[in-house]
């Protein structure tokens, strides 16, 4: 299965919205090209994610998460029809940063 991916710019956008079927495990992505905007940290090698925290709301369920130099993964489970749950990703790199992105899960029975 491929994960959902959204490309963090620093800037919340409407395309960070994923659809989920209550009964299924998908996995969802960030992928952190650029950080505030400003220069393409990640992709120069100049800094790369060191650790990655996803804060999961009640009624899903983190079944696991990963990520490496450049994206975090978590796969989810669980959710109730027809509820839609914000999921927040926080990144600390090598040099120190700490940055947020959220992502949107609408659950619906497929």
């Given at each position: ?28 992505q ?21 650790a ?59």
């Amino acid at each position: 299965m491929t994960a959902r991916a959204y490309i963090s710019n620093g800037i919340r956008r409407g395309e960070g919205t994923f659809f989920k079927d209550p009964n299924s495990v998908e996995d969802y992505q960030i992928i952190w090209p650029q950080l505030n905007g400003v220069g393409n940290y990640f992709q120069d090698g100049i800094d790369s994610i060191q650790a990655s925290a996803w804060n999961v709301p009640a009624g899903l369920t983190e079944v696991k998460s990963s990520f490496n130099s450049q994206s975090a993964t978590v796969w989810i489970s669980g959710g109730t029809n027809g509820v839609n749950y914000e999921l927040t990703n926080t990144v600390t790199t090598s040099m120190g940063r700490a940055f947020k992105q959220s992502i949107t899960i609408r659950v619906k029975t497929q």
